[in-house]
């Protein structure tokens, strides 16, 4: 167990709609990242926060949007949905804001399916 | 263009066999990591390298920041270790990450 929790497990959804995927770093971790894993596209970085301030910003999309909480748990929003948005949303925490000394661990994801 | 290549795409091992997994990437990094997937979904972080050499239990990692590359070994393999294995890299701006497109390891008992 990492102890970093995402909910939900699995979501379906239709196209236009919004969703909100949610993730509890590990105790003690202050930083927060958010990944996506397609069938087409393999795992991409969308974006980190570090103690409720956005970090890095990878190839997140502008329908997309995140913030992190004073309690450091954070939300990642998703409008507008498209059927190519379907995939794997992982988020994973670390204790500082870089990887270099920070190893990672990864919540077991949210199923996102679009129909 | 992808700024992280892994290779082999696929491995099959018979049981016992050591196995070698290679990384390669073109952009600087401040960190490189090793990620298992299992079929289930879940991803673990095995290693994050900077430098040198790193071990735990039957895995090992090396990494060349010279010649841009990494090696992932595993030593007396088992069919637990049957999984995707993902190399991924963070700039040295530390703004992306880039991940590698997985090798998928099956080990035969």
């Known amino acids: 167990d990492s102890g970093v929790t995402q909910t939900p497990k699995h979501l379906i959804t239709a196209t236009g709609q919004r969703v909100t995927l949610r993730c509890s770093p590990r105790s003690g971790d202050l930083s927060v990242y958010w990944y996506q894993q397609s069938l087409d596209q393999g795992l991409q970085f969308l974006i980190q926060y570090y103690n409720g301030e956005e970090r890095a910003k990878g190839n997140i999309l502008e329908r997309f949007s995140a913030q992190q909480f004073p309690d450091l748990h954070s939300e990642l929003n998703l409008s507008s949905l498209e059927l190519g948005d379907s995939a794997l949303y992982f988020c994973a925490s670390s204790v500082g804001h870089s990887s270099y000394n920070s190893p990672l661990h990864f919540g077991n994801g949210t199923r996102l399916t679009v129909t | 263009k992808n700024e992280v290549e892994q290779s082999p795409q696929n491995l099959t091992a018979q049981e016992g066999e050591f196995i070698t997994i290679n990384c390669s990437y073109s952009v600087g990094i401040s960190a490189l990591h090793w990620l298992q997937q299992h079929p289930g979904g879940g991803i673990v972080s095995l290693f994050m390298l900077s430098s040198g050499k790193k071990k735990h239990g039957r895995l090992i990692a090396t990494i060349n920041i010279q010649e841009k590359h990494s090696s992932l070994h595993i030593t007396a393999s088992h069919p637990r270790d049957s999984a995707v294995y993902i190399c991924?890299?963070?700039?040295?701006?530390?703004?992306?990450?880039?991940f590698g497109t997985g090798t998928s390891l099956t080990v035969i008992p």
């Open positions: 991924a890299v963070r700039s040295g701006t530390g703004n992306q990450f880039y």
